[in-house]
């Protein structure tokens, strides 16, 4: 056994670091970005703006202006407060840290977003997945019998959920919300493309955060995701997070941006207004299956034996559009593909390849 070996925990020598695919040269479509970039006007004036920043001083991290347009913005409600992190995925790892207590156990729908198990796994908790129903819904029967067997520290539960889609019914995760024993955290990554979301009432519960991120509407290479909520936990949350996690260059990136969010919701009423396209033309297509969707991304299961999905995922490669294979991965995802909702152009292209593949 070589010193690293020795060192290391078991579980992270099993583990690869997280894949993030190659995609010179592709149309990109496999992690949920936005296609589309800001206005010259609005790059000029970012530019500007960080061009004024005193860079060799550390970020202040109270960082009132951007919690209070976060809040003003986001429709976090009065009484709330708001804690940023270096992309949501920060925020999954500050509050689990601050949940770790020994033998905790935090749970999950399953297949869900995989920081969740992740950082479960990093803090030393017991991850317990609940399984959704085979038409990738919520069992919350099944949900609520195991928080009252292993009386989970914390829940997660996106929604609308990755990589499903599926918008999960406001009632059930209601009632999830009322049963747990502890606390309760709805992501809500994808809100921006849904119908619902728990922020304007997460001061009715107790127990209960909403997490966010920008990351689905236009600015995925910012990194700031944040948490809303009853002070009484973000100030807990606060004392697990890194002191300097957002970046002045972030801060002063997302302040300019975010006084002209106008832009970004059109943007995001693009890709909307896009996503219909695409599940119609899904729906003409033979060989596949589309879940319900309410995010910038369709969940389609491929027809078919085993390694059907992975073959049209390779022709699509092929044809040098990228999106994202579960085969694999979690089995109820076999034969799943997920496709991230592009710019026009980028829709098409994704489907020619894709009915190509089928062929
Ligand atoms: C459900 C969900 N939560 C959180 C994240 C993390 O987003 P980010 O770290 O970019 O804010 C993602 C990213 O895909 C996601 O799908």
Redesign the pocket.
Known sequence: MNIVQSVIRPEILAMGAYPVADATGMVKLD??ESPYTLPDWLAREVGEAVAKLPLNRYPVPSLTRLRALIAEKMGVPEGCEVLCGN???ECIQFITAACAREGAVVMAPAPS?V?FQMHALFYRLRFVPVPLRPDFSLDVDAFIAAMALHKPALVWL?YPN?PTGSPFSRTEVERIVRAAPGLVVI?E?YQPFATDSFMPRVAEYPNLVVMR?V?KISL?GVRL?YVGGPAQWIREFDKTRAPFNISVLAEAVAIKILENKHVLDEQAARVLAEREVVRGALARMRGLTQYPTAANFICVRIEGGPGAGTAVFESMKRQKVLVKNFSGGHPMLENCLRLTIGAPDENRAMLAALESALR
Request: proline content about 0%; overall charge negative; cysteine-free.
């Open positions: 992690v949920m992309g949501s995925d977003f920081m996106a990755n992501d990554a991120t990351s995925a995701g």
